[in-house]
């Protein structure tokens, strides 16, 4: 099992920029790619952007690149996740994912089999 810890959230002004982190332990050695999804109330889990530790790909969800950037530090078993000009609408708990099974950038929840407990980003008007 991956265990992924969250941080890095909280409360932001329009416009403003936030940098969450999900750090990973555990059977690490394993994870193919680890992702991030975020959760508004009363909507469904959606997709952000992913990276793949097997040759560094990432990928988006289409209304977050240009805005978001998502990295890692293979050394520390961390991704990031910047979030740049943000809007009230990217208010959420935002979720770090891992799956240790081939990935190839697909944007289903189900794709990933280890999850976080979520932290929450609000984005003020």
């Known amino acids: 099992q991956v265990r992924l810890v969250e941080s890095g959230g909280g409360l932001v002004q329009a416009g403003g920029s936030l940098r969450l982190s999900c750090a990973a332990s555990?059977?690490?050695?394993?994870?193919?790619?680890m992702g991030w999804f975020r959760q508004a109330p009363g909507k469904e889990r959606e997709f952000v952007a992913a990276?793949?530790?097997?040759?560094?790909?990432?990928y988006y969800a289409d209304s977050m690149e240009g805005r978001f950037t998502i990295s890692a530090d293979n050394a520390k078993n961390t991704v990031y996740l910047q979030m740049n000009s943000l809007k009230p609408e990217d208010t959420a708990v935002y979720y770090c994912?891992?799956?240790?099974?081939?990935?190839?950038?697909?944007?289903?929840?189900?794709?990933?089999?280890?999850w976080g407990q979520g932290t929450q980003v609000t984005v003020s008007s």
């Open positions: 555990g059977r690490t050695y394993s994870t193919y790619a």
């Open positions: 990276f793949s530790w097997n040759d560094g790909s990432t």
């Open positions: 994912a891992a799956t240790i099974k081939y990935y190839s950038g697909s944007v289903s929840p189900s794709s990933f089999g280890s």
